[in-house]
Structure formats: C-alpha cells, structure tokens
Nanobody, 115 residues
Framework: VQLVESGGGLVQPGGSLTLSCAAS????????MRWYRQAPGKGHELVAD????????NYADSVKGRFTISRDNAKNTVYLQMDSLKPDDTAVYYC?????????WGQGTQVIVSS
C-alpha cells in the first residue's frame, strides 16, 4: 500500500489549494479514503472522508462549506479542494486509509496559510 500526497504550499488567507493523493497497492475503488491534518503542536484531526464509490462524504465542522473531498477511481486518486483558507488551516495534510486492520498514511504535504 502506498499513498503519496501532493499539492501543498504557501497561500494567502482567502485563497485556494487542491491536494491530491495517489494510491496504489490495493483495490482503491472499494475503500473509504480520509484526509487528516496535523497543526503544529496538535494531534491529528480528521478533515474529511469519502466512500469507495464517492457517494458519501463527511466533513469536520471546521471545514464544512469550504473544503470538498472527491475521488477519481480511474486514476486511483483522492482530492481535497480547499477554498476560503484561513491561518487556522495551516497544517501537514495526510491521506489515510484503513485496510486489513491497519492504518496506512502518506508522507504528508505542508499547507501554510499566511499573508
């Protein structure tokens, strides 16, 4: 199982970024996928998740209405569109899934929201 995030960077408050997570090594379309984040000095926070076929999506209250999770099962990729970014969104963002009773994580991608 491999999860590789990309798309992070520095953005001004109010700006947008789209994160991508390329997955391999498992039957991607059958598996729920999650985005977590970890801000400096804090624990992991579940940001959003999406069902295997993409019909069910859940969001943390802190990002609801601003972030959109989606997936392209033909490309084995899950996305996180982040709009109206705030300084509090600054964190390392991780792709995650749970398979065979184990958690799998990507290496993370840094998002910094600052003027």
């Amino acid at each position: 199982v491999q999860l590789v995030e990309s798309g992070g960077g520095l953005v001004q408050p109010g700006g947008s970024l789209t994160l991508s997570c390329a997955a391999s090594g498992f039957s991607f379309s059958r598996v729920l996928m999650r985005w977590y984040r970890q801000a400096p000095g804090k624990g992991h926070e579940l940001v959003a998740d999406i069902s295997g076929e993409g019909s069910i999506r859940n969001y943390a209250d802190s990002v609801k209405g601003r972030f959109t999770i989606s997936r392209d099962n033909a490309k084995n990729t899950v996305y996180l569109q982040m709009d109206s970014l705030k300084p509090d969104d600054t964190a390392v963002y991780y792709c995650n899934t749970y398979l065979m009773s184990m958690q799998f994580w990507g290496q993370g991608t840094q998002v910094i929201v600052s003027s």
